[in-house]
């Protein structure tokens, strides 16, 4: 091999080695004789169609197999053995050091995963921790894309057909991958997607955080960042716009690793961030359509969550201030901010470009919160909506009670009083900016009030702390709470099961356009039909609305308490909130008292049989109502979370709450 040189497969008995080359079939694709008669599919024909003429009988060849023809009778295991070592003939490769070696080393991954995880789980939520981990490592896949060459073609091979060059990912001509990136799931989703991978990181920085951030840093870098700071989306279209969440990412492999290693990377996270500003600067410039910082179009990863599809052109004309969208433009300046606080602490140049984020985040916060009364709070409803603004300058408030209203909670930020010490400058711009730009700190919950332990915290979504601030908080959680509309016994819904009974239509273009609460698969063909954000919990948001739910706490502690649930006669603290949903979540994929997996739903074999009960599948999303798994059955991607929240309950909830 050109970089690791050598290698050597041993094999235990195959029955066949065969052998062909990695070249292009072009007698069978585009009827030219083949150079030679072995062809990458020569294996293929050989093994499936019976020639055994198609693979090289010399032995040699760029391409290779083991074939191995076993009869096993019902309930009888094989086992193949097979070896890969840098050392050339070996006398006995599958002798007794063979064994020793397997057992060492899952001794050795048992010792490592009882370290990681030294708190208090029962074995059954510590097996399904010990899965997702494994399935995050075995959705490591090289990614080989190279857009320049499938656009124009393989100089050896004729020309592509005309419009391929002007094809899809066009403007994407400088993106090289030759990378080990990580997969939503190797199996129906195998290619890179940046916002799923933003999650992946997240549980994989607890087992390998080099591996998590090498992942973060190669978005950025120049061979896939688009020169004017964009990133790329996904493998299909890498001009679309998923979710901002790299930078709240980076932030957090930053602290995960600084926990479990005891050694700040101060360097990854410089490089990342100055990176990130370019993305950011990407962001304002192409989304915030008025210049008003509220953000219309193009955010997906919701896929279907909307009236009409956000990333088309509407039948109604005109746009849509997207309350999903200026929110996470939210999280995004403030996730900028705590990583330039984080910075300046180290090198005070940064202190300048904290404040920037700080007056950025409060434009936004004003934004989505009624200023001069074009922001997108509902005051009747208590509740965020995505607001249609029609060609006749008329505004239609779009009332439908979903994540996208929930997602202003999530831009939340705390700052230790110890920062502000230690950043002089930064501090005093904040304070002139609190002193003289009113209009702006009465529109959110600023840092003017001292919480617990006199830290100040930045949040879309006011508590009714500081002057002027009205207690939204409480109200959104109210019915986030609420088990009637958004919290189910396995987390929150994407669409408030308030839409069962009273779906939310709207007439447009000559068509009523209608979301219900759907808890299953998609009742439409919408982004393909293979995904639903109308009523399924999902991973991402659910963890993390987690995190914010802390962050919330943390600043207003014990003494502020909300119904948990709704209605349900009992008061807890945010952390109480937090920890409830975390053990909603995780309780998909643990035994209930029933000895059933929610995850596996009615599926009788997973559920019952003993080969498969325990072999629990990490789905793409969970019935809103019963927490069966739906969609892709292996994606340990962001669903890989579950390893997380594990982890963070069992050091955290202490043994009697302990999954």
Known sequence: HVMLGARWLYADAPDEALFTENETNSERLYGRPNDSPYVKDGID?????????????????????????????????VTIRLRLTDREALPAPFGAA?????????????????????????????????????????????????????????????????????????????????????????????WFAAWDLAFHVIPLALVDAEFAKRQLLQLTREWFMHPNGQLPAYEWAFDDVNPPVHAWAAHRVFKID????????????????????????????????????VFQGGFLGLDNIGVFDRSAPLPTGGHIDQSDGTSWMG?????????????AQHNRAYEDIASKFFEHFLRIAAAMNDLGGRGLWHADDGFYYDVLHLPDESKVPMRVRSVVGLIPLLAVEIIEPHVLEALPEFTRRMEWFIENRPELKHAVACMETEGVGARRMLAIVGAGKGEHTEDRLRTILRTMLDENEFFGDYGIRAVSRHHRAHPYELAA???????????????????????????????????????????????LGDDYRVALPTGGGREGTLWDVATELSHRLIGIFTRGEDGRRPVFGGNATFQDDPRWRDEVLFYEYFHGDNGAGIGASHQTGWTGLVAKLLQQCAEHCGTEKSP
């Open 45 to 77: 024909a050989h093994v499936v169609h019976g020639r055994p003429g198609a693979v090289n009988p010399a032995g040699t060849g760029t391409k290779a197999a083991l074939r191995w023809r076993r009869s096993l009778a019902p309930g009888e295991a």
């Open 98 to 190: 063979f064994d020793a070696t397997f057992a060492q080393r899952r001794d050795e991954a048992d010792a490592f995963y009882a370290e990681l995880t030294p708190y208090p789980l029962s074995d059954d939520a510590r097996a399904v921790q010990r899965r997702a981990f494994a399935g995050l490592l075995w959705s490591k896949q090289w990614y080989h894309y190279v857009v320049r060459d499938w656009l124009d073609g393989d100089a050896a091979g004729p020309p592509p057909p005309d419009g391929h060059r002007d094809g899809r990912n066009r403007d994407w001509r400088h993106l090289y991958s030759d990378e080990i990136l990580s997969m939503p799931d190797t199996w129906e989703y195998p």
């Open 258 to 293: 600084a926990k479990m290693t005891g050694v700040a990377d101060v360097a990854f996270l410089e490089r990342v961030f100055q990176k990130l500003l370019l993305n950011f600067t990407w962001w304002v410039n192409r989304k915030d359509r008025s210049g008003r910082n």
């Open 509 to 555: 273009g000559g068509a009523v356009h209608r979301v219900a609460y759907e808890p299953a698969e998609s009742s439409s063909g919408l982004f393909g039909g293979n995904s639903n954000w109308r009523g399924p919990v999902w991973f991402p948001i659910n963890y993390l609305l987690v995190e914010a739910l802390q962050k919330y706490h943390h600043y």
């Open 331 to 343: 999280v995004y300046a403030l996730n900028m901010l705590a990583i330039a606080l984080e910075l």
